[in-house]
Structures are given as C-alpha cells and as structure tokens.
C-alpha cells in the first residue's frame, strides 16, 4: 500500500493499516499491507505530483506486479481541475498496461456539492463519509462533500485512531472515510490480483444505496471477491 498525503492525514491513514495480533493499539482494515508514508501538501499540485511518482517508482521496484493504491491522504480542496499534468498522470497510472494501481482520494469536509480536485479527477476513486448518529441507517456525514463526481462513501465519524502525544480519539473527515476504502483496495488487490478498473468495479459493486435525498450514492459494506 503506497500513501500520499499532508501531515495530519498520515495519522489516519496509520491507523487504517495497523497490524493485528500484537496486543497493541487498535487493528486497521488492512493489517498484513505494506505502507509508505509520503509528506506531500495537496495543495502544492507539483509537490503532490513527485510524491505519487515516487509512490510509482517504489511499488515497480518493489516487484508488487506493478499493482497497488495511492491514497491522496488529505481532504480534495480545489474547486477548478488546474492541473492537466497532474490529471494526465493519474489516468496513466490507472490505465496503464505497464502497471495497475488504484487511487483514492476524500472529496473534502465543506459540506459542498460542487467538485473538488484532485478526488473528481475521472481517475481518482473519490470518497465521501457517512454516519449512523441518532439513526438506524447511514446517511451522509454534514461535512462530506457530495454530487455526482462523488464515487462511494464510507464511515467517517468517530474513527477511532491515533492522536499526537500518543494518545487514542475519534476522527471526523472524508480522510478517514478514504483511508477504509484504501484499505478495502488492498484487500481486494491481494485476494484476486485484480488491476484498478476490476478493484473499482469490485468496491462499487459491494455497496448499498442511501436514502433519498443523500448523495453521495453509495456506502461501502463488504467486497465480494467471487
């Protein structure tokens, strides 16, 4: 698993891929995947570029098959698509022959229907969060940006995960929401060896619809790998 992100996003993206068994902490969705943590402002379209490049070159060195996810860590801010060279490359990496990898980005907290980029880049699996708080089903979280661009959703509220100083809270974001999904991408990566049109197809089609009125339209449940 190969993660881009700001700093306060690496926290989250830790704590969804926390290994298990060790009496430690907590346990994420993807225990057993590999992660490389990059320091990248999504804001700096250029920074963020050399750093999913970097992803790029260290999961072919790897000798992964040359599949795997890029998780833009920290909330999509960007009301225009400003970068083509940023958006040429993400469909390149997705579509590539040479190698398949998934990209997961949060569509942002502004409680916005308009896009945000990079996560509405065509390429990108974008993310929104959902919440269950006073219901008996899940709704979209007030802070989650929402709209067509918005692929699936998933928990965003009182995820439990690290804190500075060492300690343990709940986080409220579309990050947090888009770490789970990452996870769920690696999974389904290291059970069918699938490249990123079938792990998106996969993770699409595991969801049920929100209740009128809630975009975005889908929460994620469980992957089925048959």
Not at 30 to 51: K, V
Not at 179 to 189: F, M, S, Y
């Amino acid at each position: 698993k190969y993660v881009v992100g700001g700093k306060q996003s690496l926290v989250l993206l830790v704590n969804n891929f926390s290994i298990s068994n060790n009496s430690k902490g907590i346990v994420g969705v993807c225990p057993s995947c590999a992660i490389l943590n990059l320091r990248a402002e999504t804001s700096n379209n250029a920074q963020l570029l050399a750093a999913i490049n970097y992803a790029v070159d260290q999961i072919q060195a790897l000798r992964t098959n040359n599949k795997g996810v890029i998780l833009i860590g920290s909330a999509s801010t960007d009301a225009t698509p400003s970068d083509a060279l940023l958006e040429t490359r993400l469909n390149e990496i997705v579509s590539a022959t040479a190698y398949s990898i998934t990209v997961v980005a949060p569509a942002g907290d502004d409680a916005s229907g308009g896009p945000r980029y990079p996560c509405a880049y065509g390429a990108a699996l974008c993310v929104g969060a959902t919440d269950t708080a006073g219901r008996s089903e899940d709704a979209r979280s007030v802070f989650s940006n929402f709209g067509e661009w918005v692929d699936l959703a998933a928990p965003g509220q009182k995820i439990r995960g690290t804190l500075p100083g060492n300690g343990y809270g709940n986080h409220y974001e579309t990050a947090a929401a888009a770490a789970i999904v990452a996870g769920e991408a690696g999974l389904v990566h290291a059970v069918t060896g699938a490249g990123a049109a079938d792990v998106q197809s996969i993770l699409l089609a595991s969801h049920y619809q929100l209740g009128p009125g809630n975009s975005p339209p889908a929460v994620i449940t469980q992957p089925d790998f048959d």
